[in-house]
């Protein structure tokens, strides 16, 4: 049998049409949550600031972060862990915080031959000690250092958005350029004084090929 061109042309239209109403949305409208990458970093208290930059100091704002009232600040500083070797230029976030807290990746540990457990920020009690070192004095942590989990900020209006409660984990899927791949385990955080953004470290996001104002999909 023979067709001829108009055929043809309604053939390969009936087709494509059928093809695309089978099809998955794009990868582009599939990711609404924008992802921060978070670096290592510390937080102090005022007794800390004190210590290791001399009495009364205030830290310097450098630039405001995604969520409401952070920031990070001007001031770097160095850890050392039983391996005695030092990571330098670690960044300090305010504002001040009633407990010191060293917020490392999995491979940061490795150098530093610390055991942090995965944790809440905020979660310290009996994670890894830690040293700080600033340009006028030293804090030893007897505990203070963890990874952080893999969570998402959300507002009260994210959260009905969405459908979950302050403290629900689901599972997120990557989108986009970056290698598919699904994350378990990600904590809600739903609060009046958050904005929309997940946070995974340096680790999580190298392996999923994901940087800042990437993507993700939520999946309950």
Request: net charge neutral.
């Amino acid at each position: 049998m023979e067709y001829d061109a108009k055929t043809i042309s309604e053939i390969v239209s009936k087709v494509v049409a059928s093809v695309n109403a089978g099809a998955s949305p794009s990868a582009a409208s599939d990711g609404d949550i924008p992802v921060g990458v978070s670096n290592r970093h510390i937080h102090l208290t005022r007794e800390h600031v004190d210590i290791l930059f001399g009495k009364g100091y205030e830290l310097t704002p450098l630039k405001d972060l995604s969520q409401p009232g952070q920031y990070a600040c001007k001031e770097q500083l160095t850890l050392i862990g039983p391996s005695l070797r030092a990571i330098e230029g670690v960044r300090v976030l305010g504002p001040i915080r009633k407990a010191s807290q060293v917020e490392i990746s999995r491979t940061d540990s490795f150098t530093l031959k610390v055991k942090p457990p995965v944790r809440e920020s905020g979660d310290i009690a009996g994670s890894a000690p830690i040293i700080i070192i600033g340009p006028k004095g030293t804090v030893s942590l007897s505990e203070g250092c963890i990874i952080a989990n893999r969570h998402i900020h959300m507002s009260l209006e994210d959260g009905a958005k969405y459908g979950v409660k302050d403290g629900e984990y689901v599972s997120v899927e990557t989108v986009g350029d970056g290698k598919r791949t699904r994350l378990y385990d990600v904590q809600i955080r739903v609060s009046d004084k958050f904005r929309l953004e997940m946070h995974l470290d340096t680790d999580d996001a190298n392996a999923c090929g994901i940087g800042n104002g990437s993507k993700v999909k939520l999946v309950k």
